[in-house]
């Protein structure tokens, strides 16, 4: 939770600048893209775990916006992309998932 403390800015040589963070908090989020990493990846929403259909994720455990709680999305106000991987599991005090399929991510990257 100490951002500051594990990273900076991306370095200008790598071929990847990838921000790695469990919770999406959009604090993080923000300096993560304003520090120059261009795909972040994310969990710990579980997708929502219980979304409602033609409403989407009811909650996301984190301050993210609910309609984030899964996939890519553009990050706003940034160039850079995020992805939040829905997962494989539920929550320990919730163990149960309704219209959110559970998910275990594979994502190629090619050059641009």
Not at 17 to 43: K, Q, V, Y
């Amino acid at each position: 939770d100490d951002y500051a403390s594990v990273t900076g800015p991306a370095s200008e040589s790598a071929d990847v600048h990838l921000g790695l963070t469990h919770s999406p908090e959009p604090e993080i989020l923000h300096r993560m893209a304003a520090d120059g990493f261009s795909l972040l990846l994310a969990g710990h929403t579980h997708g929502g775990q219980v979304r409602v259909p033609g409403v989407g994720a009811l909650v996301t455990n984190c301050g993210l916006d609910r309609r984030m709680a899964r996939g890519l999305h553009r990050w706003p106000g940034s160039s850079a992309w995020l992805h939040v991987s829905a997962g494989l599991g539920t929550h320990p005090t919730a163990p149960v998932r309704f219209a959110c399929r559970p998910e275990a991510s594979l994502l190629t990257l090619v050059p641009r």
